[in-house]
């Protein structure tokens, strides 16, 4: 495997840069053939352009793609993304997502990419995992994008818009059955209200799963049971031709398994001296957990998004309010030891207001500008209880605020070739109000980018763009060795990248090479006092690239391709308070978190059965390199290989999909800590999903 992968990419680039490069009178003359692929517009900079046309790494989903991929949370869609990697583990709501190497802060950490939901920012980590249903795209933007997408753009964007109201009545049920007795029930409404030009929409999903995973030491019960219920209304009206209003409220209720983490190696137990450490012995890589750990995460959320065309552009007010109630109960040493168990609480509020200035695109100088305004109140608190007594909780009561101005210019010096200059400030101000501590931080993040239209459909371009992630207060428990509060991390992403569509129409691509300069890298532990606290990286580097072809080699088949690669170190780091492992065994080793390799391929083939039928089969293939857990690369994840196959039967309003995924039933680990590094009495491993079996059907009226 390890010499396919070495092969791969530079096949793979031969390949894209002979068919995009070709000029038409060499055999790829214009074709009139409707089996072309799909035109792809994005509004990736506020206002409409053909994906070829955008000096940035994207990889698109469409609403087709959305239905045949079976998209419904963010993880599949960094399966199908080159150097996207999203991680479920501990509870609901938690997740560890990385981004071309960047990583996610958890506990009251920030995310590394700015997730929106039809311009509004999930203003709260937990909500990233959230069920995505009733959808019209997904556009995952690598790179800095802070200029245009705000605070925590420092790896990228992921963006998500909602079906839109409609004008005519239009209904949509779906049904699926699966493996777990996992039952999900979906639909949709929409239409006009009365005469007078108002339009709604309203959603639901409702999912009830027993779960597949068991704990053999607790009469077989499931762990990863999961009820869930998502709620959706938009109201959009123009009260004049300038005008126009998008109302839009969501609530959000899932309950669901929490700490089913498998102890990684045999433990043991820490007692007060003179006493010496108790071994376990107890098994490794099996649900053992002494208590069936439960989670729930609630959110309500509205927001009022309002345009007003100016003529010479469109002046947008953003404003939102979001409510996060969170919890879990579970045992935290993961043994079948009564040894550590843990309760966490968190709450949260966030009012975010912006304001932004487009201009409109048919000129030569194009333009973006704009304020925002983000303020949260979060409370949480971790209690542990350490054999049987109870240890002060880590609580945390803190307020963020965040103020800044933004701006984005595109200029044509010529027909061909396009200048674009950006910018953001953020001054960003956390209070940690129950242990007395403020600090503000501030930074400068400037982004340039030079594109030049070999042709039309073809695009080279190449960007330098700074990314900056504020600092903040750990949530400290007594007894906890971490420092109070970690520094703000910012980084220099430099990138070259090759992207368009072949002129017959058959072939779609993109290549993109990036090297990542990073300073005071931020990094996750958490240790057996109950604190979730993050770390300093002082410097390291990441360099890698992708490559993504969509090509349909007949009228029947449409194949899609995906390669991303990282290669890092870590340049310097200083002994941190806390951290178990001295500097000299990190110094030098790769950032951990993301696989040094990822590749993913999909073939797709249509049949038609009857003039309104047709049979539609997919196979996905998704290749995961050697991942690195830990900074000081000890512990790893081998490389292994999923499938997801699915088959369906679709008419012009409905249809019925049999699926598989994780068909060959590989066992992997999704996300590992180690007990040298959090001080608890084994290293832990979360499960992956087994196999699973379902039958899904939707109609549409």
């Known amino acids: 495997m390890s010499h396919y992968l070495a092969c791969t990419p530079r096949a793979a680039l031969a390949l894209i840069l002979c068919i995009l490069l070709a000029p038409a009178e060499q055999g790829f003359a214009e074709s009139q053939d409707t089996s072309a692929i ?9 206002r409409a352009e053909k994906l070829s046309d955008v000096p940035d790494s994207i990889t698109p989903f469409t609403v087709e793609d959305i239905e045949r991929h079976r998209i419904e949370r963010i993880n599949r869609v960094a399966s199908l993304t080159p150097n996207l990697r999203f991680s479920d583990d501990q509870e609901v709501g938690v997740s560890t997502l990385v981004i071309r190497g960047i990583r996610q802060n958890r506990g009251t950490g920030q995310p590394p990419v700015s997730f929106r939901i039809d311009g509004v920012s999930a203003t709260n980590n937990l909500l990233t995992t959230q069920e995505l249903f009733d959808i019209e795209s997904v556009d995952v933007l690598r790179g800095p994008q802070g200029a245009l997408y705000g605070r925590n753009a420092i790896g990228g964007a992921v963006l998500i818009s909602t079906r839109q109201p409609t004008t005519e009545p239009e209904y949509d049920v779906r049904f699926s059955a699966a493996q777990g007795q996992d039952f999900t029930l979906a639909g949709s409404a929409s239409g006009p209200v009365g005469d007078d030009g108002v339009l709604y929409r309203a959603s639901f999903r409702i999912q009830d799963r027993e779960g597949q995973l068991k704990n053999a030491y607790l009469n077989n019960q499931y762990v990863d049971y999961k009820e869930s219920a ?24 899932q309950d ?54 100016l003529g010479w552009g469109t002046l947008t007010s953003i404003t939102s309010y979001t409510d996060v109630d969170s919890g879990n109960d579970q045992d935290l040493d993961q043994t079948l ?12 509020e966030t009012v975010a207001q912006e304001l932004r200035l487009v201009s409109n695109s048919d000129t030569t100088l194009r333009w973006v500008a704009g304020v925002s305004y983000f303020t949260q109140d979060r409370f949480r608190s971790l209690a542990t209880t350490f054999l049987g007594t109870p240890v002060p909780p880590a609580a945390q009561d803190l307020e963020l605020e965040d103020l800044a101005a933004f701006g984005n210019l595109s200029y044509d010096l010529t027909d061909d070739l396009e200048l674009t200059l950006a910018f953001r400030y953020d001054e960003e101000t956390p209070k940690d109000t129950t242990q007395g501590r403020s600090e503000t931080f501030s930074e400068l993040q400037p982004k340039a980018s030079l594109a030049y239209s070999f042709r039309k459909g073809l695009l080279g371009y190449v960007t330098v763009g700074k990314g900056f992630r504020a600092g903040g207060f750990n949530n400290l428990a007594p007894g906890s060795n971490f420092l109070p509060g970690f520094d703000k991390e910012s980084l220099v992403s430099y990138e070259a990248g090759l992207k368009g569509t072949a002129p017959n129409g058959r072939m779609r691509g993109g290549v993109s090479l990036f090297f990542i300069d990073y300073d005071d890298q931020q990094y996750f532990l958490f240790d057996q006092t109950g604190t979730q606290a993050n770390i300093n990286v002082k410097k390291s580097e990441i360099s890698g690239g992708e490559l993504e072809i ?19 170190e870590i340049k310097e780091y200083e002994a941190v ?75 012009e309003r409905w249809s019925s999909r049999l699926y598989a995924n994780n068909l060959f039933d590989e066992e992997y680990i999704e996300w590992f800590f180690a007990a040298r590094f959090i001080g608890l009495p084994a290293d832990i491993a979360w499960p992956s999903k087994p196999r699973q079996v379902g039958l899904e059907y939707s109609i549409r009226f």
């Open 38 to 46: 799909e035109e792809i517009v994005v509004t990736s900079r506020y």
């Open 230 to 253: 998502a709620f959706r209304g938009r109201l959009l009206f123009q009260p004049s031709e300038k005008l126009t209003v998008d109302l839009r409220g969501q609530y959000l209720d």
């Open 256 to 309: 669901g398994g929490s700490g089913y983490f498998m102890p990684g190696s045999e433990g043991f137990l820490p007692l007060p001296p003179p006493s010496a450490p108790i071994l376990f012995g107890n098994p490794t890589f099996e649900i053992q957990s002494n208590r069936i750990g439960k989670s729930f995460v609630k959110s309500w959320e509205t927001s009022a998004k309002i345009d007003y065309d």
């Open 337 to 348: 030891f009564e040894a550590i168990d843990i309760i966490v609480v968190d709450k949260s």
């Open 550 to 568: 969509t090509a349909l080699p007949s009228d029947a088949l449409q194949i899609d391709f995906g390669l991303g690669f990282t290669d890092s």
């Open 577 to 651: 308070p806390g951290v178990l492992v001295p500097a000299s065994a990190i110094i030098g080793r790769k950032v951990p978190g993301a696989p040094v390799w990822s590749l993913n391929l999909a073939m797709q083939h249509t049949m038609p059965l009857t003039d309104s039928l047709q049979l539609v089969s997919r196979l996905d293939y998704e290749h995961r390199d050697k991942t690195y857990w830990t900074l000081d690369n000890v512990d790893t994840q081998s490389a292994y290989d999923l499938t997801n196959l699915s088959v369906a039967v679709e008419g």
